[in-house]
Structures are given as C-alpha cells and as structure tokens.
C-alpha cells in the first residue's frame, strides 16, 4: 500500500522552530515532486512549500518565506520542513504530498498523493 506518513508536529511557542518529516513506503517516489500543505480549523487546505524531484528547485507560500525550508534527503526519499520563527497563525495540520508537477505550480488540485497529516500548535 503506498503511504506517505508525516511526523514532528506537536507544540510550539511563538518564535519556535519544529521540523517536519514526510517519509514514503509502499512505492519510490524518486520522480515526484513533493510539497508541504496546512489546513487550519474552519479554513481551506492550502499550499505551503514545494521542492523539484531533484531538489533544486523550491517554491513557497508568500506567508511563509524566509521561515520555513523544504528539503529532500534522496538517499531516504524522506521530505523535510524546517520550520523557523513559527507564529500563531501557522496552527494548523500539516499534510506532505506528492505530484508530478513543478513546485510552482502546485495546488490543491494538482497532487496525487497524500499523507494523514501531522498537527502543529503553536501558542502565543
């Protein structure tokens, strides 16, 4: 069964760093691109950071740049996001993802595969 299974989520004061991993079993996905998504409470899921099959290329959200760092450990195929200065407003559950397509061009529509989700809290 192909699954893509987050961890690191938990909880964080405002200012904090987590980092989250997004490891792949059931299938490689070494041709994937892979990006992170949110979803907070009585909101839509929406893109947060996105990162080239070969890792080369990054792509992220605008509320989140210079915060937060996708990366890619090829040997592993797991994905990671480093998560710096975390706010309030970043509280959501954090989802990885998986979709032949270029980072900047990833949206909800576009991805093929999913993970549960991990939640993140960050209080203030």
């Known amino acids: 069964q192909v699954q893509l299974v987050e961890s690191g989520g938990g909880l964080a004061q405002a200012g904090g760093s987590l980092r989250l991993s997004c490891a792949p079993s059931?299938?490689?996905?070494?041709?994937?691109?892979m990006g992170w998504f949110r979803q907070a409470p009585g909101k839509e899921r929406e893109f947060v950071a996105g990162?080239?099959?070969?890792?080369?290329?990054?792509h992220y959200a605008d509320s989140v740049k210079g915060r937060f760092t996708i990366s890619r450990d090829g040997a592993q195929n797991t994905v990671y996001l480093q998560m710096n200065s975390l706010k309030p407003e970043d509280t959501a559950k954090y989802y990885c993802?998986?979709?032949?397509?270029?980072?900047?061009?990833?949206?909800?529509?576009?991805?093929?595969?999913w993970g549960k989700g991990t939640l993140v809290t960050v209080s203030s």
């Open positions: 990162i080239s099959r070969g890792g080369s290329i990054t």
């Open positions: 993802a998986a979709a032949l397509t270029a980072p900047q061009s990833m949206s909800e529509r576009t991805m093929d595969y």
């Open positions: 059931g299938r490689t996905f070494s041709s994937y691109g």
